[in-house]
């Protein structure tokens, strides 16, 4: 059974660039959230696809979208990068309102 | 806004328990959880814990939780090298939001 799978492993982008990450869900989940970890910080919360909408968002800008696919995939999006956008990007996947969400190892970027 | 803190640093002798403590400010909080990040790794999820409940055990692992304080624990016996890791504090709030908050994380070490 594979578990959360997120590409690219690494990523380097210079400033005003955009990106797209990538992540596909444990099997059998349907939901899936995104997290943005700067270094020496826990998770913050950017936003939770669920049924192919954006089901709850966390305090970031506009310049953070996403989107998920069908087979329940997602990505995630960000123009005009900023130095502060250099943080590990993490996707969890779950059930809808369930208790666990099951984190992959995530896509680190970094912005010069 | 909600906010959980943990302290940075917890130093233990490898075979002792370890105790890493979390405090959470949001009363509406529904489950609290658990999860360890090895280094350049994602978050594996430990344990969790509805606010329902007082304490919860699962093998080395016994989590204590203070509604009243909101202060939440969790208990590692014997120790063991292995264990190393920064472990971080969540809570899930009520009210549908499935986005979790997190905490700092208490980067625990074993010495042997």
């Known amino acids: 059974d594979a578990g959360v799978t997120q590409s690219p492993t690494h990523l380097i982008k210079t400033r005003g660039q955009q990106v797209t990450l990538r992540c596909s869900p444990k099997?059998?989940?349907?939901?899936v959230s995104w997290y943005q970890q700067a270094l020496g910080q826990g998770p913050q919360f950017i936003f939770q696809?669920?049924?192919?909408?954006?089901?709850q968002r966390g305090n970031f800008p506009d310049r953070f979208s996403g989107h998920q696919f069908p087979n329940y995939s997602s990505e995630l999006n960000v123009n005009a990068l900023l130095l502060g956008d250099s943080a590990l990007y993490l996707c969890a996947s779950s059930f809808p309102r369930a208790d666990e969400q099951f984190f992959g190892p995530g896509t680190r970027l970094t912005v010069l | 806004g909600e906010d959980v803190e943990q302290s940075l640093f917890l130093s233990v002798r490898e075979g002792d328990s370890s105790v890493i403590n979390c405090t959470y400010t949001d009363s509406s909080s529904t489950y609290l959880y658990w999860y360890k990040q090895e280094p350049g790794a994602g978050l594996q999820l430990l344990t969790y814990?509805?606010?329902?409940?007082d304490m919860k055990q699962d093998q080395r692992l016994t989590v204590l939780l203070n509604k009243k304080d909101k202060h939440l624990s969790l208990r590692i016996a014997d120790t063991q090298t292995g264990d190393s890791a920064i472990y971080f504090c969540?809570?899930?709030?009520?009210?549908?939001?499935?986005?979790?908050?997190f905490g700092k994380g208490t980067h625990l070490i074993i010495q042997p």
């Open positions: 099997s059998g989940h349907d939901t």
């Open positions: 814990i509805f606010s329902n409940m």
């Open positions: 696809y669920y049924e192919e909408e954006e089901r």
């Open positions: 969540a809570e899930k709030s009520g009210g549908g939001a499935d986005g979790l908050t």
